[in-house]
């Protein structure tokens, strides 16, 4: 029996409506097209929303033609209308031809963090479908400067992906290591402090780094609470993959506990929160979620 299988067990006989969450779905645009992939992120003000979309399904929505080479996926953003809407999204300035995806913030709003297929900085180009961290810093007046591979972590080889990053500069990302015959890879979250455009002092994070698989974590801006997500080893992806949490406290990390609202029919990943702190938002069957982040003080 999977853990999402106990899980479902444990759901039937302990209903998750005893934490009292009100679990909404998040919907930024209500138009079908303009569905966004994986999570999002918001500007420290909240005005400003950050979101991975496909550009082929948004032109069809506006009844346009798609640009020609235009990626399978591509980040946009949008403007808080200032009463729960948002406008029309807009690809992001350095948006082009390249596959660039699932974007992250520094609470400060300075840095951007992304999974991209973007050829590697000597020109060669991705072909085994392996994401790599680019980096673009917010420009005064606004804007993103052209990216750059993050250092000290990319390689052409293995994939690293879905960043994170509290206010000490500390980054939390998914991280492939390939086995002794070069082919099957396993994943865990690392850790490394950014400085400048490189990620120093790199390490596993161990409450991340089981025999199981893990990865997508997302880390408060206080940097003591993370939650990424676990599926077992071997196993279908989609089947297994749930939420953990795992607090700090005295400087040391908590054994992960399982996210009290994982679907056990599903698979549940990408977490991210608003930017005032007060909502927690994932990704699970049905689109994604949404719930006030006090559920998860408890």
């Not at 950050?50 to 929505?61: C, D, K, N």
């Not at 997508?216 to 939650?227: A, R």
Request: charged share 25%; glycine share 12%; with cysteine.
């Amino acid at each position: 029996m999977t853990r999402k299988a106990v899980l479902g067990v444990i759901l039937a006989l302990c209903p998750v409506a005893l934490w009292g969450a009100e679990i909404k779905v998040f919907r930024p645009f209500e138009a079908r097209g303009y569905a966004h992939v994986n999570a999002h992120h918001f500007s420290p003000d909240g005005s400003l929303l950050y979101l991975a979309m496909f550009p082929e399904r948004v032109a069809s929505e506006r009844g346009e033609s798609v640009p020609d080479g235009s990626p399978e996926v591509s980040i946009y953003v949008a403007r808080s209308d200032g009463s729960g809407g948002w406008s029309a999204p807009e690809p992001i300035s350095f948006a082009g031809r390249h596959k660039d995806y699932e974007p992250t913030l520094s609470p400060d709003g300075s840095v951007m963090l992304f999974n991209s297929w973007r050829p590697m900085p000597d020109g060669t180009p991705i072909t085994n479908g392996k994401n790599n961290l680019w980096l673009s810093h917010k420009r005064e007046g606004g804007g993103w400067s052209e990216p750059v591979m993050l250092e000290g972590v990319s390689k052409l080889e293995t994939e690293e992906s879905y960043p994170t990053i509290a206010s000490d500069g500390r980054v939390y990302y998914g991280q492939e290591t390939l086995d002794a015959d070069g082919e099957t890879g396993r994943y865990d979250i690392y850790t490394g402090r950014l400085e400048g455009d490189r990620l120093v002092e790199v390490r596993p994070f161990g409450p991340g780094a089981t025999e199981d698989g893990e990865g997508d974590p997302w880390v408060s801006p206080d940097g003591n609470l993370l939650l990424f997500t676990r599926w077992e080893s071997g196993g279908d992806w989609s089947q297994t993959a749930d939420l953990y949490m795992t607090r700090r406290k005295d400087g040391a990390w908590s054994e992960p506990e399982p996210f009290p609202f994982n679907d056990p029919t599903g698979p549940d990943f990408s977490p991210t929160a608003s930017a005032d702190g007060a909502t927690f938002y994932w990704k699970q069957p049905g689109g994604t979620k949404m719930m006030p982040m006090d559920s998860l003080r408890r």
